[in-house]
T-cell receptor, first 110, second 115 residues
């Protein structure tokens, strides 16, 4: 259906290591959005990808949208303790409904 | 101003109480949303207002009653809630979807505890 599967559920990394979370759909996505939610906080929009094969960078964060527009990834280079939180991908439906993945919880050990 | 504000930050209520959650945005967004989020789960859509009209109700129990008094304000009226309704209630706003742009801006949420 319209669900997006996100993996892994959680990941523990040592500070300085890289981290990647993946988002997959069985159907073509019109767009994919990424949000970050810090512990005790609220989801904060990071980026939206719309074009097939799109790659966007924000400092240490790299976002990719697959060529078939069925998957996306978020990669963090050299994690820092400030990266701790839950990263959600979310698919737009062309209307007002946005469907969130289950999220990947990132733990960073200093 | 890219901020969505919500009050109160925390709310404790009994099952017979009536309370309201409030949300405000001044970004000129014409779509506003209520989400419910349980611990370690993604936000779950409850209601969507578009141009002050209820556009989506995700089969939410009638003990939750949304209201959109104007384009900047969104309320959620609560009555006779159950303990399982305890959660973080998030308000969000966005421009109406167009050109595949559906970015939503979330408020800080109201942490609700129903006793």
């Amino acid at each position: 259906g319209q669900q997006v599967m996100q993996i892994p559920q959680y990941q523990h990394v040592q500070e300085g290591e890289d981290f990647t979370t993946y988002c997959n759909s069985s159907t073509t996505l019109s767009n994919i959005q990424w949000y970050k939610q810090r512990p005790g906080g609220h989801p904060v929009f990071l980026i939206q990808l719309v074009k097939s094969g799109e790659v966007k960078k924000q400092k240490r964060l790299t976002f990719q949208f697959g060529e078939a527009k069925k998957n996306s990834s978020l990669h963090i280079t050299a994690t820092q303790t400030t990266d701790v939180g839950t990263y959600f991908c979310a698919r737009g439906t062309g209307g007002f409904k946005t469907i969130f993945g289950a999220g990947t919880r990132l733990f960073v050990k200093a | 101003d890219t901020e969505v504000t919500q009050t109160p930050k925390h709310l404790v209520m009994g099952m017979t109480n009536k309370k309201s959650l409030k949300c405000e945005q001044h970004m000129g967004h014409r779509a506003m949303y209520w989400y419910k989020q349980k611990a370690k789960k993604p936000p779950e859509l409850m209601f969507v207002y578009s141009y002050e009209k209820l556009s989506i109700n995700e089969s939410v129990p009638s003990r939750f009653s949304p209201e959109c008094p104007n384009s900047s304000l969104l309320n959620l009226h609560l009555h006779a809630l159950q303990p399982e309704d305890s959660a973080l209630y998030l308000c969000a706003s966005s421009h109406p979807p167009r050109d595949k742009k559906e970015t939503q801006y979330f408020g800080p949420g109201t942490r609700l505890l129903v006793l």
